[in-house]
């Protein structure tokens, strides 16, 4: 299983920070390098597949969905211009320790489960169960890593959590934003935070961005209050108090500024053993966690080794036809590297309304479309700054 980050802080911040949040369709990233929590979508993927015993695998038996998923997903994002780069998970934190324990045991539970819904044809405890002896292997990531190559897209070992060195990596400018399913990379920093950003285009969700500027002004807290309210909702690394819920979480943040501040004022009920601890440590390891320095890392897009590509996947049962299909698509999307962002050009961009008309001011220049039409068709293109 993969750790879902902050527990309620998507809700907490659309209840709290509306302003913060927005949706998009893919295209609207066309020319951004986006860091992608590579292990969450590989979980993804296998998940999708795992209902039941339905999955798909090579003729050995082992399970190839977070091939087919990686492959073809990637080349979606690639379709609309984004720049992928996928961060792989180092070694957990110490502090983790517990939680993959509780894992383990959860894993070892849903097997017994999994049991008793296959005999008594219950489907949905079946789908539910199965989603949670999902584990992604550090074969499964080293195949991955492989084909990423052959693909000649860029990825990343982080020297811990995946989130934190992709937060890292956004704070630094390597990358544009974050895209994960897991929300705590909200607390490890990233400027902007994206989600479904990887969903299925069956599905037709839109990219929800996390603008954590905005998100902050609106909750009227800085980063650091931030990080202690993702405490209180419960992460990873510190289990929640019982009894403290998102509202009186929001609240006591906002009344008292830190957890510290809050245990020494308010008289907390089921406070569990160490806690004031465990909370420090949490904190240290979202403000101070172990990353990969950005600075170490050179992205770079590269044309696929398309031989290569045909051989690494034919090779795990793939059919060849859809492999060179899938390739056609990479190519022809990365032929339109030469396009960029227009601020990229101009600067940042922002719209002047007028009567009958709107105006691109992009500092100080402008460019008029007539009867608010706005940019005009601006085809998506692989290449650009971040």
């Not at 603008?211 to 405490?231: A, H, P, Y």
């Not at 101009?346 to 500092?363: D, H, I, N, Q």
């Not at 220049?365 to 998506?380: D, N, R």
């Amino acid at each position: 299983m993969v750790g879902m980050g902050i527990k309620g802080l998507t809700k907490t911040i659309g209840d709290n920070a509306p302003g913060g949040v927005s949706e998009h369709d893919l295209g609207y990233y066309f020319g951004r390098k986006v860091a992608i929590d590579a292990s969450m979508c590989m979980y993804q993927f296998l998940v999708a597949v795992r209902i039941g015993e339905n999955t798909l695998a090579d003729d050995e038996g082992q399970s190839t969905s977070h091939l087919a998923g990686m492959f073809f997903r990637t080349i979606r994002l690639c379709e609309a211009g984004v720049k992928p780069c996928y961060v792989f998970d180092g070694k957990p934190p110490e502090l983790k320790g517990g939680e993959l324990a509780k894992r383990l045991e959860k894993r070892a539970e849903a097997e017994v489960e999994i049991a008793k819904a296959k005999e008594a044809g219950d489907q949905e405890a079946l789908e539910k169960f199965s989603r949670r002896t999902v584990k992604v292997t550090k074969e499964q990531n080293v195949e991955v890593q492989e084909l990423l190559s052959l693909m000649g897209i860029p990825w990343v070992l982080a020297a811990s959590e995946a989130e934190a060195t992709a937060a890292a990596m956004a704070k630094a400018g390597t990358v544009w934003a974050v895209a994960s399913e897991d929300t705590d990379t909200m607390t490890f920093g990233t400027p902007v935070f994206l989600r479904q950003l990887m969903a299925p285009a069956s599905k037709k969700l839109p990219v929800l961005e996390f603008d954590i500027r905005k998100v902050l002004e609106e909750l009227r807290m800085t980063q650091d209050q931030f990080i202690d309210l993702s405490i209180l909702l419960g992460c990873d690394y510190c289990e929640r108090i019982p009894g403290i819920g998102p509202v009186r979480a929001v609240s006591l943040i906002r009344e008292h500024g830190s957890i510290e501040a809050i245990l020494q004022n308010e008289n907390i009920k089921g406070l569990p053993e160490g806690y004031a601890e465990l909370a420090a440590n949490a904190r240290r390891l979202f403000t101070h966690p172990e990353v990969t320095d950005p600075a170490t890392i050179d992205l770079k897009w590269r044309a696929p080794d398309e031989e290569g590509v045909v051989k690494f996947l034919t090779g795990r049962g793939f059919q060849e036809s859809r492999i060179r299909s899938g390739l056609d698509r990479l190519r022809a999307a990365k032929a339109k590297g030469g396009q960029n962002r227009l601020e990229s050009f101009f600067g940042p961009v922002t719209v002047v309304k007028k009567a009958g008309t709107s105006v691109l001011s992009t500092k100080g220049k402008g460019v008029e479309k007539k009867g608010g039409k706005g940019v005009g068709k601006g085809k998506a293109g692989y290449g650009g700054k971040r």
